[in-house]
């Protein structure tokens, strides 16, 4: 099934900032929003932001999220070495009643 | 605060079944809908589907319906996903997240392997 579109790989400098995108339609990311997960290889995702631009509580304020119609970003700024991973984007998509995700930015820090 | 705890590494043949535990602690079991996400060596996140432990609603993915059966315990507040007719494509890391509007908990994963 159809999911979220981002592109596989970012990379920028350390203590550059990045922003990371994920493009979806009116279905999902323009319904009721979307997620951003953060996943170090090895471990479970790990929420980041939800709503479109909340934080969970213990996230640091270095990764902020926004939306703009069907797309939502997630901006990291300070970039340190511990924030090179992969980030999904999730979004519930109302036409194919399921979740769908992103297919995964892999973020390197150089 | 919520801890998802799922059961160890699975070695299945091809055909066979697996049946995988996802045990919650530290909230409401009943308030929240669980959902499973797979993870294929290398690849990225899959929606399997999801239940709702109060009354044992069900929704699966489109590609997993037939061969994925959730079902929840609310007297040992654990939830399980079983899957049958196991191919080699199914070997991959199955989560069990937390979800209300968004998966805010997750478990550690459990790493099925299909393999002759």
């Known amino acids: 099934q159809a999911g979220l579109t981002q592109p596989p790989s970012v990379s920028k400098d350390l203590r550059q900032t990045a922003t990371l995108t994920c493009n979806g339609t009116s279905n999902n990311v323009g319904y009721l929003g979307a997620s951003w997960l953060q996943q170090h290889q090895g471990h479970p995702p790990k929420l980041l932001a939800y709503?479109?631009?909340s934080r969970p509580s213990g996230i640091s304020e270095r990764f902020s999220a926004s939306k703009s119609g069907n797309a939502v970003f997630l901006t990291i700024t300070g970039l340190q070495a511990e924030d090179e991973a992969d980030y999904y984007c999730s979004a519930w998509d109302s036409s194919l009643n399921a979740w769908v995700f992103g297919g995964g930015t892999k973020l390197t820090v150089l | 605060q919520a801890q998802l705890v799922q059961s160890g590494s699975e070695v299945k043949p091809p055909g066979a079944s697996v049946k995988v535990s996802c045990k919650a602690s530290g909230y409401s079991f009943t308030s929240y809908f669980m959902q499973w996400v797979r993870q294929a060596p290398g690849q990225g996140l899959e929606w399997v589907g999801l239940i709702h432990p109060s009354g044992g609603h069900t929704n699966y993915a489109q590609k997993f319906r037939g061969s994925v059966t959730f079902t929840a315990d609310t007297s040992t507040n654990t939830v399980y996903m079983e899957v049958s007719g196991l191919r080699f494509e199914d070997t991959a890391v199955y989560y069990c997240?937390?979800?209300?509007?968004?998966?805010?908990?997750w478990g550690q994963g459990t790493l099925v392997t299909v393999s002759s």
């Open positions: 997240a937390r979800e209300l509007g968004t998966m805010d908990s």
């Open positions: 709503r479109d631009a």
